[in-house]
């Protein structure tokens, strides 16, 4: 058995068996947990390696201390300081990213919310069409909407949505993280093609 500390760019943990030898790697944010967190973390680990359910007492007590205020401070500035982020540029062939933002930015924001760095994505990805990444304080939209048959307004949903993933950070509830709050959802509702760019997007 072989188990490490490893300088993940997260909170990452992995176990692997390999002609008998079991090699485990927890990430080095975890070093100095208290012995319940490390023996929740080898439950959760074992249990996902032979495909058994995680005992609930192990998941939250795992969840709670990574999603405590000290570990995500930490694992923020490792993410920064690890992390690889490759930004393509705003500018697509059909649509530029950054007047996009500057445009709705005017319309629901009164100019006021700073712009983060803009970029459409490596891959034109389908099982993620944009995700806003606060380390690195950058959207990415997937460069499928990069496309002459793409209406505009589908486009502006998808930065419109990662724009109030800006203003509406993501908060704890007891152990879980809610992301898209009661307050997220109301601003979703003000842009007015919502339903046309959601319809879109599902036939998408």
Same mark, same amino acid.
């Given at each position: 058995?072989s188990?490490?500390?490893?300088?993940?760019?997260?909170?990452n943990?992995?176990?692997?068996?390999?002609?008998?030898?079991?090699?485990?790697r927890?990430?080095?944010?975890?070093?100095?947990?208290?012995?319940?967190?490390?023996?929740?973390?080898?439950?959760?680990?074992?249990?996902k390696?032979?495909?058994?359910?995680?005992?609930?007492?192990? %998941?939250?007590?795992?969840?709670?201390?990574?999603?405590?205020?000290?570990?995500?401070?930490?694992?923020?500035?490792?993410?920064q300081? #690890?992390?690889?982020?490759?930004?393509?540029?705003?500018?697509?062939?059909?649509?530029?990213?950054?007047?996009?933002?500057?445009?709705?930015?005017?319309?629901f924001?009164?100019g006021m919310q %700073?712009?983060?760095?803009?970029?459409?994505?490596?891959k034109r %990805? #389908?099982?993620?069409?944009?995700?806003?990444?606060?380390?690195?304080?950058?959207?990415?939209?997937?460069?499928?909407?990069?496309?002459?048959?793409?209406?505009r307004?589908?486009?502006?949903?998808?930065v419109?949505?990662?724009m109030?993933?800006?203003?509406?950070?993501?908060?704890l509830?007891?152990?879980?993280?809610c992301?898209?709050?009661?307050?997220?959802?109301?601003?979703?509702?003000?842009?007015?093609e919502?339903?046309? %760019?959601?319809?879109?997007i599902?036939?998408?």
């Amino acid at each position: 058995m072989s188990v490490q500390f490893f300088p993940f760019a997260n909170v990452n943990n992995t176990i692997r068996l390999r002609e008998g030898n079991l090699l485990v790697r927890l990430s080095d944010l975890l070093e100095g947990a208290p012995d319940p967190v490390l023996r929740a973390i080898a439950h959760i680990l074992i249990a996902k390696m032979y495909r058994k359910r995680i005992e609930a007492a192990h %998941a939250s007590r795992y969840r709670k201390y990574i999603l405590s205020s000290a570990v995500r401070t930490k694992a923020h500035l490792i993410r920064q300081l #690890r992390g690889r982020k490759r930004l393509a540029s705003a500018r697509g062939t059909h649509y530029d990213l950054d007047l996009i933002f500057e445009s709705l930015n005017l319309r629901f924001f009164g100019g006021m919310q %700073a712009r983060p760095k803009m970029s459409w994505s490596q891959k034109r %990805a #389908r099982n993620l069409l944009g995700h806003y990444d606060p380390a690195h304080n950058a959207i990415i939209v997937s460069r499928i909407f990069d496309h002459p048959n793409v209406p505009r307004y589908a486009v502006e949903y998808i930065v419109y949505h990662e724009m109030l993933h800006l203003r509406h950070p993501v908060k704890l509830n007891g152990s879980r993280r809610c992301v898209h709050s009661a307050a997220f959802h109301a601003e979703e509702k003000l842009f007015p093609e919502l339903e046309q %760019a959601q319809r879109f997007i599902r036939r998408l």
